[in-house]
């Protein structure tokens, strides 16, 4: 049974879902066994780059990727804007201003720390149990309320073509890239959209290491591209349990901790990952979430 992660190198034009179920298939069709699989953080469908497909247990652990930081390299265009804010939907308004490279680097400032984001209307936000991309695409108008996101970093990097720049952007999960370009460009007195948009690093997961679905196609041994759970959680610390608490354990009987770490710590159980456990005040295993 497959357990762990594959860094998928995501392909623009698909849409997450579509990539997990490739994955699924193909897995399928190489004989291995899983029980479940799915991602790991929506990446929009004209967007390239990571997306985290977890395997078997390792979909357990969606709670513990949500605070990962991700980067990005994005191109945005200034002087027109569509219904997506990229440059694949519908244009919906085009100016004449011309943006420098100095008026970007006087106003970046303003998009850095903890700020309000609007989700873009075309977005997997949910409202009221329907993803607000669907309702769009009814021309359902909605009233998407502002988050609080955390941009680490947002650099110019260069001007590629007249009025497009190059950006890379560290941020918190959830941010939504194109919804940046549309804010800059209010900043700027125009409007805007981007042009790419790639996931260069989500938590630990790296384009460098990132395989593409051609790739899995071409391999014969598909296994060699996905990371343990083991090594997603090697930032914990660790408690080995004697083997001769197994049945104990497993059974549901409480067991009483010897020297264990402080706060939420990765259990072994006859030197295989169990679970992730803290000690209660008396000492205690406390079993936060199986893994096995």
């Not at 066994?33 to 979909?59: C, N, Q, R, W, Y």
Request: proline content about 2%; aromatic content about 8%; overall charge negative.
């Amino acid at each position: 049974m497959l357990n762990g992660f594959i860094t998928l190198n995501k392909s623009r034009g698909m849409t997450s879902q579509k990539a997990v179920t490739a994955v699924k298939w193909l897995l399928k069709n190489r004989q291995y066994e899983i029980s479940k699989i799915g991602h790991l953080g929506t990446l929009d469908p004209d967007a390239e780059g990571v997306l985290v497909i977890a395997l078997g247990h390792a979909t357990k652990l969606f709670d513990y990727h949500l605070t990962a930081k991700k980067t990005y390299i994005t191109d945005i265009v200034f002087g027109t804007t569509t219904d997506t804010l990229d440059l694949t939907g519908k244009i919906l308004q085009s100016d004449n201003v011309l943006v420098t490279s100095e008026q970007i680097e006087n106003i970046i400032h303003c998009f850095l720390g903890e700020i309000e984001q609007i989700p873009p209307a075309y977005s997997a936000k949910s409202i009221g149990g329907v993803k607000a991309y669907r309702l769009a695409r009814s021309n359902i108008d909605v009233e998407l309320q502002p988050k609080r996101i955390n941009i680490y970093s947002l650099d110019l990097i260069d001007e590629i073509a007249p009025n497009t720049f190059k950006f890379s952007i560290e941020c918190s999960s959830g941010t939504y890239i194109r919804a940046i370009a549309r804010d800059l460009a209010t900043k700027l007195g125009t409007i805007g959209a981007t042009q790419r948009i790639i996931r260069t690093q989500s938590g630990v997961f790296k384009l460098a290491n990132a395989v593409s679905i051609e790739q899995l196609e071409a391999s014969q041994n598909i296994s060699e591209y996905i990371m343990s759970i083991d090594s997603f959680l090697s930032d914990y610390q660790t408690y080995y349990l004697s083997d001769c608490f197994s049945n104990r354990l497993l059974n549901g009987v409480s067991i009483q901790l010897e020297n264990a770490p402080e706060g939420i710590f990765v259990l072994y159980l006859n030197d295989k990952i169990f679970a992730l456990a803290e000690k209660s005040e008396d000492d205690y295993i406390k079993i936060i979430r199986r893994l096995m």
